[in-house]
């Protein structure tokens, strides 16, 4: 079982499967059916850009909000910025008041645009049909008086929807208005476009957080709820006091559906969506508490009945979480709802998880939904601003596409340009700044299974070739170590030559003829050590320098029982400590060329020097003799120098595998006369040459 699994985890198929997810990790834009690009920007950054198909035609209008001395206006263009109209209006602009809201009214076809303006306390109402010049025209229609912290305005309005309430063919314009530290007012609107008259629902201390219209009797009359909050700034007993967060349900006609749902603690916040359910939708809750006290009801899931009683709950506990991010309704039917974390969950009705996402974000994030393909269904938008990227999915969150861009600011708006119905491309505003996104389909991808085939291919044959050229440089290292070997074997051999043995056990032969036995017992006895010493060091390469030099004192030793008319001396310096790596018969060799081929000749008064010093990164071996000279012994030898080569091939294959090079260098001596005076071999030996050498 262990050499198939040694065998898997060293396969080839395994190791080109590593760099080919890494890449593909990397390439994310081949793995999308989308590729989203960013555009330079093309606005003023004071200007706010919204872009709606004004006049029906499946083209959207791009319609610019610009503050401007005397009057602010709102420029009408083509999505390539030439101009239908530009519209002027008195008051102040304030995008946190409110921003553009279209609307069509009368059903004519034709968007009316709705922009709400501020002079000093007082909230006007202004709408333009563009595109008829007979159309609705409203000019600072009074809407209310808001109270002003410190002389700043501190209300907001949101609108809600349009809605034939009274059936007489026109539209009502819904909305609401909510406050913060100013606490009024906080109500809901209904605007008569026709008559021009304006109705207000009760108040009550509470916002509407954002209000929507939800037909949840199916009897196609719109109610409108709303998500809200405890900031716990309204300290009147007003009803409905902003210390509890409050499930509300209006209807058309502005008035409660049935008694608000209370949840009450400072710090906690309710988000609601429709749900289906059988006649019509229920109302679903995310309860998310945030106060020091311990809440009535825990925090988790709440599904309400259209007639506001409660029908299941689940607490954020039960399914390991401490709160839960905003909620989105994928799926048209609206059976099921996500919950963003940091992965998406499913839920059915009945608030059971059916699935679970994972998303490509490990931080915090936001969402938008947006209609890109004009076909009734929401493609979600996920930005993290601390990574710095926007994600596009589907409605079930499959990754349309990725891109990396850095918003400003948290808060961030996307619009639609649209050419004859077709995306043009996604604009997207976050505070100052705007940039355009065009959204492309990816060629790649449909034939992304063969590019990252082709990816794995090429990392496969990749890791192939890498792992036959290493196993052949292998390969080739030890057929030079094989060869080494051999030359060192060749080299052994012919130290131990059938001459040499000859003469050696010649001479022990005399000795004992002599009747000289102790001499005669002495050479044995080197001989026999010399031999066995050679025998034990046979698969050796390097070995200490002590060793070397013992083994050449025994040789050198043995050689003087046979030609006594020489000396020797061996010095090291004080900065060799003996324990030096070098290649074996580094010495030896040298030292028996100076005896057979110098010393030997010169018949008397012979002398062998063997001297090892140190550098900072080499041994230096110095053999050098009084001999007859290398000129002269050539003439007179008729040896072929087979050693001396054997010994080049032997340092040559050596520099082959550790990198360092082992070099010799040959000196003629002569006296003052210019007669021949001996020969100085000097080896130098690189320190580490061993440590490359396993």
């Given at each position: 079982m262990n050499r198939y699994l040694s065998k898997f985890l060293t396969s080839t198929f395994l190791w080109a499967l590593i760099p080919t997810v890494i890449v593909s990790f990397f390439v994310r834009d081949i793995g999308t059916p989308y590729i989203l690009s960013q555009q330079s920007g093309l606005i003023q950054k004071e200007d706010q850009i919204f872009f709606h198909d004004l006049n029906g035609d499946g083209t959207t209008e791009q319609i610019h909000s610009k503050p401007g001395e005397p009057l602010n206006n709102l420029p009408i263009m083509t999505n390539d910025g030439k101009y239908y109209d530009q519209w002027n209006v008195g008051e102040t602009f304030v995008p946190e008041i409110s921003e553009l809201i279209f609307g069509d009214y009368d059903h004519d076809g034709l968007s009316e645009i709705y922009v709400f303006s501020m002079n000093r306390d007082t909230i006007f109402l202004n709408a333009l049909e563009a595109f008829d010049s007979s159309g609705l025209r409203l000019r600072r229609h009074y809407v209310t008086v808001v109270n002003l912290v410190e002389g700043q305005n501190n209300s907001v309005i949101k609108p809600v929807g349009f809605f034939d309430y009274d059936k007489d063919g026109f539209k009502e314009f819904y909305f609401a208005i909510t406050t913060g530290f100013g606490l009024w007012p906080r109500n809901c609107y209904l605007f008569n476009l026709k008559t021009l008259k304006l109705f207000t629902s009760a108040s009550f201390g509470v916002n509407f957080d954002k209000p929507t219209f939800a037909d949840l009797d199916n009897d196609s009359v719109p109610e409108i709820i709303t998500s809200s909050s405890s900031p716990g700034n309204q300290k009147s007993k007003q009803p409905l006091s902003d210390r509890s967060a409050w499930l509300m349900v209006l209807g058309p006609n502005l008035e409660f559906i049935f008694p608000p749902r209370e949840f009450s603690g400072f710090g906690g916040r309710i988000d609601v969506e429709p749900l289906k359910a059988a006649g019509g939708s229920n109302l679903l809750v995310i309860y998310n508490y945030s106060g020091s006290k311990t809440p009535e009801v825990p925090p988790g899931f709440?599904?309400?009945?259209?007639?506001?009683?409660?029908?299941?709950?689940?607490?954020?506990?039960?399914?390991?979480?401490?709160?839960?991010?905003?909620?989105?309704?994928?799926?048209?039917?609206?059976?099921?709802?996500?919950?963003?974390?940091?992965?998406?969950?499913?839920?059915?009705?009945?608030?059971?998880?059916?699935?679970?996402?994972?998303?490509?974000?490990?931080?915090?994030?936001?969402?938008?939904?947006?209609?890109?393909?004009?076909?009734?269904?929401?493609?979600?938008?996920?930005?993290?601003?601390?990574?710095?990227?926007?994600?596009?999915?589907?409605?079930?969150?499959?990754?349309?596409?990725?891109?990396?861009?850095?918003?400003?600011?948290?808060?961030?708006?996307?619009?639609?340009?649209?050419?004859?119905?077709e995306l043009n491309r996604i604009h997207i505003r976050s505070g100052e700044k705007q940039w355009n996104i065009t959204l492309e389909g990816n060629p790649a991808y449909f034939f992304r299974h063969a590019i990252y085939a082709g990816i794995y291919l090429g990392f496969f044959v990749l890791i192939l070739i890498t792992r036959r050229i290493s196993t052949a440089q292998v390969k080739k290292q030890e057929a030079l170590k094989k060869k080494l070997l051999t030359l060192q074997l060749q080299s052994i051999k012919s130290q131990l030559d059938p001459h040499f043995t000859f003469n050696a056990l010649n001479s022990i032969s005399s000795l004992l003829y002599m009747d000289d036995r102790k001499t005669a017992y002495d050479a044995l006895n080197i001989f026999t050590r010399l031999l066995r010493q050679l025998l034990n060091d046979a698969d050796k390469v390097f070995r200490p320098l002590r060793e070397e030099l013992e083994f050449v004192t025994r040789y050198l030793e043995l050689e003087k029982i046979?030609?006594?008319?020489?000396?020797?001396?061996?010095?090291?310096?004080?900065?060799?400590?003996?324990?030096?790596?070098?290649?074996?018969?580094?010495?030896?060799?040298?030292?028996?060329?100076?005896?057979?081929?110098?010393?030997?000749?010169?018949?008397?008064?012979?002398?062998?020097?063997?001297?090892v010093h140190r550098t900072i990164n080499t041994l230096v071996l110095t053999i050098e003799d009084n001999g007859i000279g290398r000129k002269q012994s050539a003439l007179e030898s008729t040896a072929h120098g087979k050693g001396i080569k054997i010994n080049n091939d032997f340092y040559e294959t050596l520099s082959q595998l550790t990198g360092k090079t082992v070099q010799t260098k040959f000196t003629d001596l002569y006296d003052e006369k210019g007669n021949a005076e001996g020969t100085r071999v000097e080896v130098f030996i690189p320190i580490d040459a061993q440590h490359n050498f396993n």
């Open positions: 709440q599904i309400f009945s259209r007639e506001g009683k409660r029908v299941a709950e689940k607490s954020f506990a039960s399914i390991g979480l401490q709160k839960a991010m905003p909620i989105i309704v994928t799926d048209k039917e609206r059976k099921e709802f996500a919950m963003l974390s940091n992965r998406v969950s499913v839920f059915n009705s009945n608030l059971e998880i059916i699935r679970s996402i994972s998303l490509p974000f490990s931080s915090d994030f936001t969402f938008r939904l947006v209609d890109l393909t004009g076909d009734g269904s929401n493609e979600i938008f996920l930005y993290s601003a601390a990574e710095g990227r926007l994600v596009l999915c589907t409605s079930n969150f499959a990754v349309m596409s990725v891109l990396d861009i850095d918003f400003p600011e948290g808060a961030w708006t996307v619009s639609v340009v649209r050419e004859q119905g046979r030609f006594s008319h020489f000396k020797y001396a061996i010095d090291m310096a004080d900065n060799v400590s003996g324990d030096e790596l070098i290649p074996k018969m580094a010495v030896q060799l040298f030292a028996e060329n100076s005896i057979k081929h110098g010393l030997v000749p010169k018949g008397k008064d012979g002398f062998l020097s063997i001297r």
